[in-house]
């Protein structure tokens, strides 16, 4: 049953467009995060939120930027994407910061030509 | 940082065998160690965890192993069914340190009729 809800699913742009993911979770949780995923399957965090507040930045080139309205929502823009931004990125959320279980959306993969 | 190192890419088992996939962590401060599943096409979703104050924690088919001194857990399936065909990840994560989870790279499990 899926309470993590991402949109869009899939994308294909060209390098140096924009592209946003946005992600929505129903379950009432304080901190939400998005993870990339890539061809390896490989997974990394790029940043969480809690309660609207940035909380964990890692080291991701500048033309990603994080976007939360409220606590349900956390949106990820890219500016000028590049051919290795081409992956899926992940949205979860967790009750809270203390490292419980993750809720994981269904994904957005984005191709980057 | 927290690095996890997932020793098997894949393995192949028949149906009604089973099944042990190992990790290793670096962070003896690490405290929390999830599993995840990924289908083909699907998004992650939760399966087991275990935490550093117990070495043993069972699920119907699924017991985590967590041995500190050797910074080593597993996660052993029983029975294996088709549908426990995925890839499995495992992480880590300190308490206190924003859910930062450090995911291995993933260990993809066929489980043969």
């Known amino acids: 049953e899926t309470a993590v809800f991402q949109t869009p699913n899939y994308h294909v742009t060209q390098v140096g467009n924009e592209v946003s993911f946005n992600c929505k979770q129903t379950l009432g949780h304080d901190t939400m995060y998005w993870y990339k995923q890539d061809s390896k399957k490989l997974l990394k965090i790029m940043f969480s939120y809690n309660n609207k507040q940035l909380i964990v930045n890692e080291t991701v080139p500048r033309r990603f930027s994080p976007q939360s309205s409220d606590k349900a929502h956390l949106n990820l823009r890219i500016k000028s994407v590049e051919p290795e931004d081409s992956a899926v990125y992940l949205c979860?959320?967790?009750?809270?910061?203390?490292?419980?279980?993750?809720?994981f959306g269904e994904g957005s993969r984005l191709i980057v030509v | 940082g927290e690095k996890v190192e997932q020793h098997e890419s894949t393995l192949s088992v028949r149906e009604g065998d089973s099944a042990v996939i190992n990790c290793t962590y670096t962070?003896?401060?690490?405290?929390?160690f999830p599993w995840y599943k990924q289908e083909a096409g699907k998004s992650l979703h939760f399966v087991i965890d275990?935490?550093?104050?117990?070495d043993r924690k069972q699920s119907q088919r699924l017991t985590v192993l967590l041995d500190k001194k050797a910074k080593r857990f597993s996660l052993h399936i029983t029975a294996t069914q088709p549908e426990d065909s995925a890839i499995y990840f495992c992480?880590?994560?300190?308490?206190?340190?924003?859910?930062?989870?450090?995911f291995g790279k993933g260990a993809k499990l066929t489980v043969s009729p």
């Open positions: 979860a959320s967790s009750t809270d910061i203390s490292g419980n279980t993750l809720y």
């Open positions: 992480a880590a994560s300190g308490q206190g340190t924003g859910s930062k989870l450090s």
């Open positions: 962070d003896t401060a690490s405290s929390y």
């Open positions: 275990i935490r550093s104050n117990v």
